[in-house]
Each structure stands twice: as C-alpha cells, then as structure tokens.
Nanobody, 120 residues
Framework: QVQVVESGGGLVQAGGSLRLSCTASGTIGRVSAMGWHRQAPGEQRELVAVSISAGRTIYADSVKGRFAISRDNAKNTVYLDMNSLKPEDTAVYYC??????????????WGQGTQVTVSS
C-alpha cells in the first residue's frame, strides 16, 4: 500500500507565495515520477509540474517562471514552490506519484488534494 499526503495549501493574496509538500509512504518500489496537478471548479484536472526520475522537469506554460518543483528522493517527497501567484492559480492541488514495480508496470497514486486560494 502506498499513501500520498499533501500539505501547504492555504489562502494568499495575489503576488504572494506558497510552498506545497507531498510525501509518499508505505510499500514503495521505484518512484519514476512525482508531480502536481490542479483542478479548478468546473474545470478538468490539469498538469502543473512533474519531476521525472531522470532529472527532467516539465511545467505547464501557465506556471513557467513562477513555479518550481523539487524532490528529496531520500524522503520520497516532492515540493512545489509557487511564486507570483495569480487568482487563476486558485484550485485544488493534487500530488501524483508514479511507481514502477519489478515487472516495469507503473502505478499512479494520488493524494487527497490541498486547496490553494489566491485573492485579488
């Protein structure tokens, strides 16, 4: 079993900053990727940023230059530093952990989500 727990959401004014954290625990094989998605009311869930184990990171165009993703592999933890926040960043942010087993099958695990609200 794998548990994924996020923290760090909250209410912030436009232009402010927040840091989200996400830790995976339990029976973990090889973590192939850790990342963040978000879902605003009435919208589909979208990718925000992902850190792939080869050292590659991918960002949504809307957050490039403002958000930074980082990982602590020893702790199975991923962070999302969000700067210059805008009201349109308001959403529930979900952590995603992709784990590869010994048969090279990959499984996705999701956290429960953390609310980020940016006021104008």
């Amino acid at each position: 079993q794998v548990q994924v727990v996020e923290s760090g959401g909250g209410l912030v004014q436009a232009g402010g900053s927040l840091r989200l954290s996400c830790t995976a625990s339990g029976t973990i094989g090889r973590v192939s990727a850790m990342g963040w998605h978000r879902q605003a009311p009435g919208e589909q869930r979208e990718l925000v940023a992902v850190s792939i184990s080869a050292g590659r990171t991918i960002y949504a165009d809307s957050v490039k230059g403002r958000f930074a993703i980082s990982r602590d592999n020893a702790k199975n933890t991923v962070y999302l530093d969000m700067n210059s926040l805008k009201p349109e960043d308001t959403a529930v942010y979900y952590c995603n952990v992709r784990i590869r087993d010994s048969s090279l099958v990959e499984y996705n695990y999701w956290g429960q989500g953390t609310q980020v609200t940016v006021s104008s």
